[in-house]
T-cell receptor, first 114, second 119 residues
């Protein structure tokens, strides 16, 4: 039973355009959400996070939106750059953000074409 | 600041053999995690340490997997005997502490991983 779902295995976007990566979750106890980025042969690196008390968090070109009623979050990258090409993982945790209980989605591979 | 160090990067073994992975977390990070990432899947938590005590090992297959964190710093993850389905990347991660609090995003810092192939 997948509690965190990333239904798009891949996404291709032109440089300079917006990239939108989607994530759905089923567990209503999740109260903290994170996005990680992973390059080949490297470990995942933290990108941005959002608490369930917010509906938006912004950091430079990256914005995460949370829709609790729909149990859906999305990551927007504007403008997209070739260096953004990587696998993006959505992750969620319950219980006040106890990070050890991070549940990851399967990831979405983003390709940004010059 | 040095990141999370893991070794070996790659390991190929026959089924039923044993293997051990080593992790050195970021200095000062009290919490250490081992994740298993099977090809095409997201990372799955195997075990979480707080200092040298186990916080969560509910998803660790204890009949074949073991982990320890002596002196609350380095950690080793051992698989004995290995099965074909253990082929995966084993990721070590560390954080200042579990949980989110003011000034801390609670993010995990991952190492590059150890890729295990079981033949």
């Amino acid at each position: 039973d997948q509690q965190v779902k990333q239904n798009s295995p891949s996404l291709s976007v032109q440089e300079g355009r917006i990239s939108i990566l989607n994530c759905d979750y089923t567990n209503s106890m999740f109260d903290y959400f994170l996005w990680y980025k992973k390059y080949p042969a490297e470990g995942p690196t933290f990108l941005i996070s959002i608490s369930s008390i917010k509906d938006k968090n912004e950091d430079g070109r990256f914005t995460v939106f949370l829709n609790k009623s729909a149990k859906h979050l999305s990551l927007h990258i504007v403008p997209s750059q070739p260096g953004d090409s990587a696998v993006y993982f959505c992750a969620a945790s319950a219980g006040g953000g106890s990070q050890g209980n991070l549940i990851f989605g399967k990831g979405t591979k983003l390709s940004v074409k010059p | 600041e040095a990141g999370v160090a893991q070794s070996p990067r790659y390991k190929i073994i026959e089924k039923r053999q044993s293997v051990a992975f080593w992790c050195n977390p970021i200095s000062g990070h009290a919490t250490l995690y081992w994740y298993q990432q099977i090809l095409g899947q997201g990372p799955k938590l195997l075990i979480q340490f707080q200092n040298n005590g186990v916080v969560d090992d509910s998803q660790l297959p204890k009949d074949r997997f073991s982990a320890e964190r002596l002196k609350g710093v380095d950690s080793t993850l051992k698989i004995q005997p290995a099965k074909l389905e253990d082929s995966a990347v084993y990721l070590c991660a560390s954080s200042l502490s579990p949980g989110v609090y003011w000034g801390n995003t609670g993010e995990l810092f991952f190492g590059e991983g150890s890729r295990l192939t079981v033949l």
